[in-house]
């Protein structure tokens, strides 16, 4: 005869019980049955699932491991902030290539952001996603799962400042930088949070908003009052202004504490190299500047000089490249491609007639480092008349568009004011 050994169902106990992660700050029980099933209000992110399973009359038990991964319309893609009937709003085109519309406005019972100049900065404080939008006088943050506001720009001090016209944040694992039309603040990650901005710097200077930084510790920027580069240490918390190093036996075209020219652009560039283009002052001269960045010890390497005139000399944006020593620009409606090693200018894309470019950024997913498209993904955010477009350029090794043409075209924009990839939090 068979012999049942396996009990029936109603002999057994079940517990799911699910967390965020091995540091398991909370645990919720979501099941207490064979079958799961569980109204999510979680985060976006990876939670572990336990299973528990005991034999009632043996006591015997049984423990199954499990992986969640949450995710939201929110979750990741580029976030468009663009201007429509007077106010600013937020879209984001997610990676199925839909585009989910009016998402602040929609997450905020109706309240819009402030027309005009805008900034959308995603980065990392330590672990921990943060999302600003900024306005001219303004900025707030929205939590990464469901775009409702949390804060305002003056609650990111210890101290109310004032008023501030904000520009941009950077970041690094163990510092940020928050630079305004005229002063910059930082805050140190290493020490034990609340993580606020304290004093701005001293001194009379601009610093422009370009990240010139590979690792902890090595921003430098630009300062257009000076016409100088600055290494900004996080010191004592004060993130005072420091010279950048001259090592001796080193040779360098350029002083970078001495410069005394515009900046019109400066980027990274591949590995630990960056470029700038700068103007003389009476704008007779264009200067492609490119060097070594270590922080305080960072170099020049090698200065090209170009006659005025050069269409780069008036771009509306630069872009470049992480992976060749190209810089890439716009000039009215086509997007040209500068070889420095070959000195040599190339036309890669022309746009319709009387399109505007607003802006050019990389596609980077800090969550996979194997992703095809990190760096080699162009978008470009281009006003067509009243209707602002976003375009992906995929990017061959050899600097060129595959193809020729963009991958997708995403429409139906009011006039673009920033676009910045958000990845998963």
């Known amino acids: 005869d068979m012999i049942q050994t396996i009990p029936a169902k109603d002999g057994l106990e079940y517990d799911w019980v699910m967390y965020p992660g091995s540091s398991a700050p909370y645990r919720v029980q979501i099941s207490d049955s064979s079958k799961v099933r569980f109204f999510m209000k979680e985060e976006p992110g990876m939670y572990d ?26 979750n990741q893609g580029w976030l468009v902030m663009d201007e429509k009937n007077g106010h600013n709003d937020i879209s984001i085109i997610q990676p199925n290539n839909t585009v989910e519309r009016a998402i602040y406005s929609k997450s905020n019972n109706g309240e819009y952001l402030p027309a005009g100049w805008g900034k959308v900065c995603v980065y990392n404080r330590r672990t921990e996603q943060m999302i ?30 004032g008023a501030i016209k904000p520009l941009d944040v950077f970041a690094q694992s163990t510092e940020e930088h928050f630079l305004t039309r005229d002063k910059a603040y930082g805050a140190n990650l290493t020490v034990t949070p609340p993580y ?25 920027f630009y300062d257009t009052i000076a016409q100088r580069f600055w290494f ?21 075209p350029w002083n970078l504490n001495n410069i005394g020219k515009r900046l019109l652009y400066a980027g990274m560039g591949p590995s630990s190299n960056f470029s700038a ?37 008036t ?8 992976s060749v020593q190209h810089i890439y620009f716009a000039s009215d409606n086509k997007l040209y491609r500068w070889d420095l090693l070959a000195k040599t200018q190339t036309l890669v894309y022309t746009f319709p007639a009387g399109t505007e470019v ?58 673009i004011r920033d676009v910045t990839y958000k990845p998963a939090p």
């Open 49 to 74: 699932l336990d299973l528990f399973v005991k034999d009632k009359t043996t006591n015997v038990g049984f423990y199954k491991k499990f992986y969640v991964k949450v995710t939201s319309v929110f």
């Open 132 to 161: 600003y939008f900024l306005s001219t006088n303004d900025g707030i943050q929205v939590n990464k799962a469901n775009f409702v506001r949390s804060s305002r720009m003056k609650d990111w001090f210890f101290l109310d400042p």
């Open 196 to 220: 606020k901005y304290g004093f701005s710097t001293m001194g009379n200077y601009y610093l422009a908003p370009y990240q010139l930084s590979i690792n902890i510790g090595s921003f430098i």
């Open 232 to 252: 900004r240490p996080v010191g004592n918390g004060d993130y005072a202004l420091a010279n950048i190093s001259l090592p001796a036996n080193t040779p360098q």
């Open 277 to 313: 283009v700068f103007e003389s002052n009476q704008r007779d001269s264009l200067f492609l500047l490119r060097g070594l960045l270590n922080g305080g010890s960072s170099v020049s390497q090698i200065v090209d000089t170009l006659p005025a005139g050069q269409l780069m000399q």
């Open 315 to 322: 771009a509306s944006q630069y872009l470049a490249s992480r």
């Open 358 to 415: 607003r802006k050019m950024k990389w596609y980077y997913n800090n969550k996979s480092s194997t992703d095809p498209d990190n760096y080699n993904l162009m978008m470009v955010a281009a006003q067509e008349g009243a209707e602002g477009k976003v375009y992906m350029f995929p990017i061959a090794l050899t600097g060129d568009i595959t193809g020729g043409t963009y991958r997708n075209v995403f429409g139906g924009f009011g006039q």
